[in-house]
T-cell receptor
Framework: GAVVSQHPSRVICKSGTSVKIECRSLDFQATTMFWYRQFPKKSLMLMAT?????????EQGVEKDKFLINHASLTLSTLTVTSAHPEDSSFYICRVSSGIDEQFFGPGTRLTVL | GDSVTQMEGPVTLSEEAFLTINCTYTATGYPSLFWYVQYPGEGLQLLLKATKADDKGSNKGFEATYRKETTSFHLEKGSVQVSDSAVYFCALSAGNQGGKLIFGQGTELSVKP
């Protein structure tokens, strides 16, 4: 099956810095990737839908200027957390879709903002 | 809007006990339904799915039946193992939402030997 990678798997940064998280689809081309945020012992919250070659679609309440998404190719989407603050500390997960019933998740990136 | 509600955890069972994790949903149209599992320190993995009413998804001894009349997709396993300890997520995907998956809040399962 498809393999989805995320890099880095874990990052610690100082408050005010920006952090870029990469999501790669290794086995197939993905026109659509999804970014989720998972809080401890909580569900996954959909942040945005990333479409190759066009602007991302953000969910209500997600700041598009803070969470920049770039889907520059069919195998790579990036999420940049700009001017990170401690409340941005979370587990960020990408999902790659090849159809309604084919969903593959990345292993996640643990962001800790000091 | 569409939503998924799961029973709250944590659920603690002894090995070989019977497991049920309740999941109900609200959706317009006819969604596909999924159960995902997240083992400690790992990403989400698809456990099973059902795409239409009365379908039964099954995998690794787990089963769930798509019940349209009760809008439910309860997860069951007849005899749990310690290795089943994980967080389980119920999710739905409505065909008119461009592949969006909507998740329940997750249920943590802990199986004791």
């Amino acid at each position: 099956g498809a393999v989805v990678s995320q890099h880095p798997s874990r990052v610690i940064c100082k408050s005010g810095t920006s952090v870029k998280i990469e999501c790669r689809s290794l086995d197939f081309q993905a026109t659509t990737m999804f970014w989720y945020r998972q809080f401890p012992k909580k569900s996954l919250m959909l942040m945005a839908t990333s479409n190759e070659g066009s602007k991302a679609t953000y969910e209500q309440g997600v700041e598009k200027d803070k969470f920049l998404i770039n889907h520059a190719s069919l195998t790579l989407s990036t999420l940049t957390v700009t001017s990170a603050h401690p409340e941005d500390s979370s587990f960020y997960i990408c999902r790659v879709s090849s159809g309604i019933d084919e969903q593959f998740f990345g292993p996640g990136t643990r962001l800790t903002v000091l | 809007g569409d939503s998924v509600t799961q029973m709250e955890g944590p659920v603690t069972l002894s090995e070989e006990a019977f497991l049920t994790i309740n999941c109900t949903y609200t959706a317009t149209g006819y969604p596909s339904l999924f159960w995902y599992v997240q083992y400690p320190g790992e990403g989400l993995q698809l456990l099973l799915k059902a795409t239409k009413a009365d379908d039964k998804g099954s995998n690794k001894g787990f089963e769930a039946t798509y019940r349209k009349e009760t809008t439910s997709f309860h997860l069951e396993k007849g005899s749990v193992q310690v290795s089943d300890s994980a967080v389980y997520f119920c999710a739905l995907s409505a065909g008119n939402q461009g592949g969006k998956l909507i998740f329940g809040q997750g249920t943590e399962l802990s199986v004791k030997p």
